[in-house]
């Protein structure tokens, strides 16, 4: 049993502020003001200048494929080309890795305004596959050894582009599929298992990991829930199994099915959008015909799934919403929390339909300030108007918008930090929202979108006591130094967070054969 005592934001609904938390066998015994006589006895836990409140919710991510890019040779810091390319030298000629795996090219980024080519990578690493993945993880360029490995796989596929190296959409997963097939089981493991660590270092106690593309066979949401019911430290992964055939989720043990992308991203210039690029004659990428979004969602509703599908643009916004609101009509269901991933430019009509139909958004809002430089890279491409439109949090909120926040990792790292300092800053100003809104969108929101609001996401009598300590009140720091506030300790069930404490394939196996 513990007492924690100092400045308690409890999230709920009221907005409540309390002084004293009594934790007993993992859950919170008691929240208020003042300390029932029972548990004086007890040494309190003092918060001191810090501050509790529930740890966050991370609604949308890529756990294996965040673990797996997250351990690779980084370059997102890199401000040339010319320095990826000296750093590559060096790694390649010390790695032991079969295929070098570089990760956070940005064109935008860079002081020659361009992605690097294939011929470059060819001039610094001719003996090995390198294959250099951009921040958005959607996309990336290979030089010509990779290119020989995989070309069989993806020389007919949307995405290929043979000049320049450069992968995307189909192309790009069936590259990451290679990537994936030649690591070892026990390195995915393990670099799973350590991303719990990273995620506890965030504040985050509880994801939901969509699973199923860019690794043969789907072998990464097996491993996803093993490994997430292994884990001996409180650390919460919900395997959301993504796919584009319903009745392969029939073979699995599933509540949340994520449709395989409707569109693609900004940085490439392949979200599907209404009007084109300001700075290119197209429209961007539709993945899916309606009729086949639609059948998929229909089959999914009417089997009781909670549907998640992955929409950038407008155009993919509006398909999304429609494909979600005809399976309601065909099939009426309360309560279903089907969710949009991202809705980065909803148009007027499709918010009224999410309204309407009680469709959930889960938002990225720190999408225009993950990495130094995008926001006037996507502002040039989308023209300022619609760049205005992007992320519209306060307009969700404000017509009854259930929202929730995602860092759809590795595009980004999960900070939720960052999302409450961006949601509340928003690029367009117009469209930020209060730190309680905030607040309660990093982690009441995000708990309610899993189903796991009457366990987690405030801190009320008889949840889990999953609290995160920040060393600063968000209500007393200026809004603009908000991404300045620090995660100085996590707990879950009531226990300060550990390392898993035995190795990565026991926690494996633990989780496939509990006890």
């Known amino acids: 049993m513990q007492v924690f005592h100092g400045t308690i934001i409890t999230c709920d609904e009221n907005n409540t502020i309390a002084n004293f938390l009594v934790e007993r066998e993992g859950r919170i015994a008691y929240i208020g003001n003042t300390l029932p006589s029972q548990y004086e006895v007890i040494p309190p836990i003092e918060l001191g200048s810090n501050v509790a409140l529930p740890a966050f919710v991370d609604t949308h991510t890529h756990y294996s494929g965040f673990s797996v890019l997250h351990k690779m040779f980084p370059i997102n810091d890199s401000d040339s080309n010319a320095k990826i390319l000296e750093q590559l030298k060096s790694y390649a000629s010390t ?43 959607h996309s990336g360029v290979a030089n010509s050894m990779f290119i020989d490995a995989v070309k069989s796989k993806i020389e007919n596929l949307r995405g290929y582009n043979p000049l320049s190296g450069e992968l995307k959409q189909e192309a790009f997963i069936a590259a990451c599929e290679f990537i994936t097939h030649s690591l070892s089981t026990k390195k995915v493991i393990d670099s799973m298992v350590e991303t719990s660590d990273f995620l506890a270092s965030r504040g985050v106690g509880l994801i939901c990991s969509a699973s199923g ?37 029939a073979k699995k043990d599933v509540s949340r099915v994520v449709f395989a992308n409707l569109d ?33 969602c229909v ?64 938002a990225k809002p720190s999408m225009l300030s993950s990495v130094d430089g995008v926001d006037e890279f996507i502002k040039e491409m989308l023209s300022e108007e619609r760049f205005n439109r992007i992320n519209p949090i306060k307009t969700m909120k404000d017509m009854g918008i259930m ?3 995602n860092s759809d990792a590795p595009a980004s790292d999960p900070n939720p930090i960052r999302w409450i300092h961006d949601a509340c800053n928003n690029k367009n100003p ?4 209060s730190v309680y809104d905030a607040l309660r969108m990093a982690t009441y929101n995000g708990a309610y979108s899993l189903f796991d609001e009457k366990e987690r ?20 720091v200026p809004v603009e130094e908000l991404k300045d506030i620090n995660v100085a300790e996590l707990y879950l069930k009531g226990k300060p967070y550990e390392r898993s404490r035995t190795g990565s394939m026991a926690t ?8």
């Not at 209404?274 to 015909?289: C, H, M, Q, R």
């Not at 991933?341 to 469709?359: F, V």
């Not at 405030?458 to 609290?467: F, P």
């Not at 494996?508 to 006890?515: H, T, Y």
């Open 264 to 296: 693609g991203t900004f940085a490439n210039m392949d979200a599907s959008l209404l009007e084109n690029y300001a700075t290119a004659p197209n429209k961007g990428v539709s993945y899916y015909d309606d009729a086949d979004v639609q059948k998929f």
């Open 430 to 433: 117009n469209e930020s929202v």
């Open 403 to 405: 929202v929730c926040f």
């Open 299 to 362: 089959k999914a509703n009417r089997a009781g799934l909670q549907i998640a599908l992955h929409a950038v643009g407008d155009a993919a916004f509006e398909q999304a919403v429609n494909a979600i609101s005809n399976a309601l009509e065909d099939y009426p269901r309360y309560d279903h929390r089907h969710i949009i991933l991202h809705g980065s430019l909803p148009t007027e009509r499709s918010l009224k339909i999410c309204k309407k139909y009680g469709i959930m958004i889960s």
């Open 95 to 137: 790695s032991r890795e079969n295929v070098i795996i570089g990760f956070g090219a940005t064109e935008f980024s860079v002081s020659e305004g361009y992605l690097i080519l294939k011929e470059q990578l060819d001039e610094v690493c001719s003996d090995k596959p390198v294959f250099i993945i951009k921040h958005d993880a």
């Open 213 to 249: 593309m860019g690794f043969v066979r789907d072998y990464d949401y097996d491993m996803e829930r093993s490994v997430a019911k292994g884990l001996d430290n409180g650390m919460q992964i919900r395997a959301a199994y993504q796919c584009n055939d319903i009745d392969k989720t």
């Open 457 to 476: 996401g405030t801190i009320e009598m008889g949840k889990s006591c999953d609290l995160v300590v920040l060393d600063k009140n968000p209500y007393e």
């Open 508 to 515: 494996m196996l633990r989780g496939m054969f509990p006890q």
